[in-house]
Structures are given as C-alpha cells and as structure tokens.
C-alpha cells in the first residue's frame, strides 16, 4: 500500500502563485499515473489535474488550465502542483492520489491511493 503525504498548502493573496508536492512512500512510483483533486466547503471533490506514470502526458480540469501545472520526479517519488494566478475560487483542500493505470485519468474512481490532504487559502 502506497502512502501519499502532500505539503505546500497554506494562504496566499489572489494572483499569487503556490507549489504542492506530495511524496510517495511504498510500491514503485513510477509505474502509475497520479492526481490531483480538491474539495471546497460545501461541494463535492473535483479534478484538478493528472499526469501519466513517465510524465509525458498530462490532464487539466477547464477551471485550472494555463495556470496550473502538474509534475513529477520519479527518482524522488514526489509529484508536484505548480498553481500560478491563484483565485479566491481555488481556496480548497487538495489531495493527490496514486491511479490504478500508468495512464493520467479525471475520475475519482480510477485513483486508488489518496493523501489527506493539505489547505490552500486564496485571499482577494
């Protein structure tokens, strides 16, 4: 069973940039896809963005795209979510998780590993 242990939340202005990662501990990482989700008050989880399991190919939610970028270095087993142009709107908890395929999937049900997450606070 992986462990996914995400860090880098915290309160930023709007406009300001931020940068999760999310260290993986356990099986080979570099064999699956991962993701990143978040959940604001009162609505449901959402997808954010996945990347497959080389790093080549890379997915994007509407809401982020241009403005956040997903990564990874498999030799340190950490994927990372570089957040750029940050709004109010983003202000979630987000989770990264580990996906069942090498593939970079946007269901919730094709990741099977999740960390617990970490806060991220836009201000305007």
């Known amino acids: 069973q992986v462990e996914l242990v995400e860090s880098g939340g915290g309160l930023v202005q709007a406009g300001g940039p931020l940068r999760l990662s999310c260290a993986a501990s356990?099986?080979?990482?570099?064999?699956?896809?991962m993701g990143w989700f978040r959940r604001a008050p009162g609505k449901e989880r959402e997808f954010v963005a996945s990347i497959s399991s080389t790093g080549f190919l890379a997915n994007y939610a509407d809401s982020v795209k241009g403005r956040f970028t997903i990564s990874r270095d498999n030799a340190k087993k950490t994927v990372y979510l570089q957040m750029n142009s940050l709004k109010p709107e983003d202000t979630a908890v987000y989770y990264c998780?580990?996906?069942?395929?090498?593939?970079?999937?946007?269901?919730?049900?094709?990741?099977?590993?999740w960390g617990q997450g970490t806060q991220v606070t836009v201000s305007s």
């Open positions: 356990g099986r080979t990482f570099s064999t699956y896809s």
């Open positions: 998780a580990e996906g069942y395929t090498d593939w970079p999937r946007t269901k919730p049900t094709d990741f099977g590993s």
